[in-house]
């Protein structure tokens, strides 16, 4: 693909050490990252259409990389003697996208399901030597015991390179994920990270950036609270009741210590304390009426996620000002539906509104993202964002839920989400149109180190029967 | 409104519709329910409220005209134990006092059994826990007032309840081992009639420690100290509010003795029993319930579908009546709650009670146990127009709802829901069809 013959074979040797690195593990690895260490530190795609999405659409400019960073982007740029130089007549070059709600980069999670996103899911079953599940401690008898509760832990302590799924993600032309790491009721801070690096802690670029809370039941033959939804929606409530009053008697403590007992550390509420914002699940209308009402009276900024019947309750969103993310697992006939099983109305008017609804938001201006939801292959991920396009959302806008309004809703647009001087060099460089069938990824830059995602990933698979999902060896979902 | 296709949505649509405008129901046989029966009767609709009622109404030129002639009108029925429209579970069982959660959380306005409900000429249903545990969760009346949502269904001004659940129901949770599973699950106190009895005492207990707890803490602030506030408990909350009187007690209760047990805890802990539920053998103690001045929400003739169920006797209506005790009679199911005119009727047959004191188990009745009477419940004038209009007296078997009113609006026409239907199927068939056309889209299948 490169002009430059020398360019050309300094990037097939930085790759193979590269795939190799992320192949192997622990020395290799080490000695893959020293190796980048001697490529040169400027990169410049000269010549290409740059979606800058905060700005102007650029069709002939030149985007200049510069120690993982956008050094500049514009047209006649001068091009440094240091660069190397990629001829982009013809490619389009976009910033990363964002997975707004992931478990990229933490192979032992898996997604959470969509349809679940507002009812209440099972509490995931017992994984043998993986971390302890909640079945496994004993039976929790109230809010007070706080169960299921991770609140304390951090994304950012668990991401990895090693995940699988992180190459199929960049073949979609994702360089960045908000994961959180999928477990019990409160689930963990969660952590923007890119979805490259030499270790887990040099892919996070912010954290905390939020807890996600999931409705989950215990089920039959389970015990422990909570095994209802308003089980569910006490305890959490309980929990920011009890936040208050920590915090409140911190204060009262921190200025009368003496004659008042000393407090007890709750690493609990510390957790969530230091959530910048909460995501609740809501995928149906009522359900959506149900959270923004819940999330008003926690007094906390909050996010939805889920919202595939939010055709239903575009106004409300919009009054609310509460950003959504989108569930990019559009709900579909189950592929082992009995044939003789005729779907109730409201199932199927959501099948096919549902990829309707980005493009409604779009329109009456809510703040969104789209977020995987176990859809781990490019080809998928590009079909079910195609769908949105399909359905009405233009495409200006779907790069923009994909990239700037992801950084936006976390608070991180201040250096992740567009081509812009000075934010990190996270840019996927495309041949055609973003989302179209024959459309490949050619380019993909994360923290300024290039990517040529593998064209297999972005191609379907073959069979009629799917192949085993080569990103989905660890963590598939349900 | 921004709202797509589906049936809920039409048929908000439709309800939108019926907007609160005044409506003249005219030459009905009116059943006032507390004030007698009007042959060839008008009601007369204003801003939601009954202004006027009598065989000489007059109605201003812009109101709508709904001619009952030889038609039947009585009020909404009202429906005192019902689990309908419960997303996510009607029971928090997992422990002997789920009082933090609360059924106004998960309150499902798309239920269709709401409409269902309406068909039947249910307007009004107090929505429960279920008797799981000994103090199970908060319980909420609402209105059913199809197409809105569940904040919009709430009724205003109805006092909110906890339920409570004695015998074989909160006891069940003892036993080891699951009746559906091999699996073992973790015992859940109690495991006895006695153990039930000794949570709700314990939790009153606490309950009053907490109310204790904060006075003193507000005493010392106001004093001028600097405490540190206590603990707010979601789960002590409602059982102080049932102290304090705020919160209505709906116990699930069959035999007579814990129905005793029952009320001497309340006589003891300084609070009331609003409703005892079921109480299959409240013949028995029927005195004693109306001493207390609980009322009781009965079955109509549904017996011996449990051992404490067996020594009941379809005659329990008409004794607790007589002895004093406010009684109505409910569904506890989605089925049951689309004919409770018909349930009502049974106490004729067994009881000898009249058309009066039948529909007053649905209505005004029930009304009284919710505490809201004074706004519904019967024909009067100033109450809610909560209104069913029958093709027949409504304790027929051959009576239909042909419509139903809530606070003046039409939510159920019987005649254009019928018309309705082609144009449901039709558009569920296009969506069929759209789907067929283009299966799966969104996974490639190459």
């Known amino acids: 693909m490169c002009k430059n013959e020398e360019i050309c074979r300094a990037c097939d040797w930085t790759m193979d050490s590269m795939k190799q690195g992320l192949r192997t593990s622990g020395l290799v690895l080490i000695v893959a990252v020293m190796a980048v260490a001697e490529v040169p530190s400027a990169i410049a795609i000269k010549d290409a259409h740059v979606v800058t999405v905060s700005g102007a659409d650029l069709p002939k400019a030149t985007v200049l990389l510069r120690d993982g960073l956008i050094q500049d982007v514009g047209p006649n740029l001068a091009i440094p003697a240091d660069a190397w130089v990629i001829d982009g007549t013809g490619l389009t070059v976009y910033p990363g996208f964002i997975d707004g709600l992931s478990t990229w980069g933490i192979p032992g999670a898996a997604a959470t399901p969509a349809r679940t996103a507002a009812g209440v899911a099972p509490t995931p079953a017992p994984k043998p030597a993986a971390t302890p599940s909640a079945s496994e401690e004993p039976p929790r008898h109230g809010p007070e015991d706080r169960p299921q509760n991770h609140s304390f832990e951090r994304a950012a302590d668990m991401v990895t390179p090693s995940d699988q799924r992180l190459a199929a993600a960049r073949a979609a032309g994702f360089t960045t994920a908000a994961t959180f790491p999928n477990q019990g009721i409160f689930e963990g801070l969660g952590a923007m990270i890119d979805l490259a690096g030499a270790r887990g802690r040099d892919m996070v670029v912010a954290q905390p950036i939020g807890q996600q809370i999931l409705f989950r039941v215990s089920g039959f033959g389970r015990s422990g609270f909570p095994n209802s939804l308003m089980g569910n929606i006490a305890y959490v409530r309980q929990l920011f009741l009890d936040l208050n009053q920590y915090k409140e008697a911190q204060q009262m403590y921190e200025a009368h210590p003496a004659g008042n007992r000393r407090l007890e550390y709750d690493h609990d509420l510390e957790g969530l304390a230091e959530s910048p914002r909460l995501l609740l699940p809501a995928d149906e209308e009522q359900q959506i009426d149900r959270i923004l009402s819940l999330g008003r009276e926690l007094k906390h900024p909050f996010v939805l996620y889920g919202l595939h019947e939010a055709y239903k309750r575009v106004d409300e969103l919009k009054q609310a000002k509460v950003p959504a993310l989108i569930s990019l697992k559009w709900p579909e006939k189950p592929k082992d539906a009995d044939p003789s099983d005729i779907p109730n109305y409201r199932d199927l008017s959501m099948r096919q509104q549902a990829p309707a609804v980005p493009g409604m938001l779009a329109k009456a201006g809510v703040s969104f993202a789209f977020y995987s939801d176990g859809l781990d292959t490019a080809p998928d991920l590009k079909k079910a964002v195609k769908k949105a396009v399909d359905a009405g959302l233009s495409r200006a806008d779907a790069i923009r839920a994909l990239t700037l309004s992801a950084a936006q809703i976390y608070g991180v647009s201040d250096r992740l989400g567009s081509i812009e001087k000075g934010k990190i060099a996270n840019l996927v460089v495309m041949k055609g149109d973003a989302f179209e069938d024959k459309t490949t990824v050619e380019y993909l830059f994360v923290d300024g180190t290039e990517f040529e995602p593998s064209k297999d990933l972005q191609k379907p698979p073959a069979n009629k029967e799917r192949e085993q999902k080569p990103a989905a060896a660890e963590g598939d979902t349900n | ?446």
Request: proline share 4%.
């Open chain 2, 1 to 446: 409104m921004r709202r797509g296709i589906s049936i809920g949505c039409l048929l908000a649509l439709l309800a939108a519709c019926a907007c609160a405008q005044t409506t003249l129901i005219r030459n009905a046989t009116v059943l006032t329910v507390t004030k007698g029966t009007i042959e060839n009767g008008s009601v007369l609709i204003e801003n939601g409220k009954i202004a006027a009622i009598g065989k000489n109404v007059s109605a201003p030129a812009d109101a709508t005209v709904v001619d009952a002639t030889g038609k039947y009108l009585m009020p909404g029925i009202i429906d005192c134990h019902s689990h309908t429209a419960i997303e996510g579970g009607v029971n928090e069982g997992t422990v002997s006092d789920s009082s933090m959660v609360n059924i106004k959380d998960v309150i499902d306005p798309t239920d269709i059994n709401i409409y269902r409900g309406l068909a039947g000429g249910l307007t009004i249903s107090n929505v429960l826990h279920g008797s799981a545990n000994a103090i199970g969760g908060q319980t909420i009346v609402v209105k059913l007032r199809w197409g809105k949502s569940a904040q919009e269904m709430i009724m205003q001004g109805a006092k909110p309840g906890i339920k409570f659940a004695l015998g074989e129901n909160p006891k069940r949770q003892g036993y080891p081992g699951s009746f559906f599973s091999a699996a073992p699950v973790e015992r859940r106190y109690p495991g006895t009639r006695m153990g039930v009895e000794e949570v709700i005492r314990e939790s009153f207990t606490e309950a009053k420690n907490y109310q204790a707890e904060w006075k003193e803490y507000n005493e010392r602030v106001a004093r001028g100290e600097h405490p540190i506030p206590p603990r707010r408990d979601l789960r002590l909350e409602p059982l102080v509010e049932v102290l304090e009187g705020k919160r209505y007690v709906h116990a699930h209760c069959y035999r007579s003795d814990e129905i005793l047990m029952l009320l001497r805890v309340a006589d003891e802990m300084g609070f009331k029993i609003r409703t005892l539920q079921h109480a299959l053998e409240g013949y028995k103690v029927a005195k004693e319930i109306a001493e207390h001045g609980a009322g009781a929400s009965t079955f109509s003739d549904w017996w011996s579908y449990k051992i404490e169920a067996y020594d009941a006797t379809p005659y329990n209506v008409a004794i607790m009546m007589r002895h004093g005790v406010v009684v109505s009679v409910n569904s506890d199911s989605d089925e049951l709650q689309r004919h409770l005119n018909l349930e009502a009727a049974k106490s004729m047959r067994y009881g000898d009670l009249t058309e009066d004191q039948a529909l007053a188990l649905v209505t005004i009745n029930p009304a009284k146990q919710l505490g809201i009477d004074d706004q519904v419940g019967s024909i009067e004038v100033g109450k809610s127009a909560d209104l069913v209009l029958f093709d027949q007296h409504p304790l027929s078997n051959y009576s239909k709802a042909l419509k139903v009113w809530i606070d003046g609006h039409e939510y159920f026409d019987r005649e254009r829901d019928l018309e309705n239907r082609p144009k449901f199927d039709q558009r569920k068939k296009e969506l069929l069809d759209k789907e067929t056309a283009n299966p799966k889209p969104a996974v490639p299948s190459k």
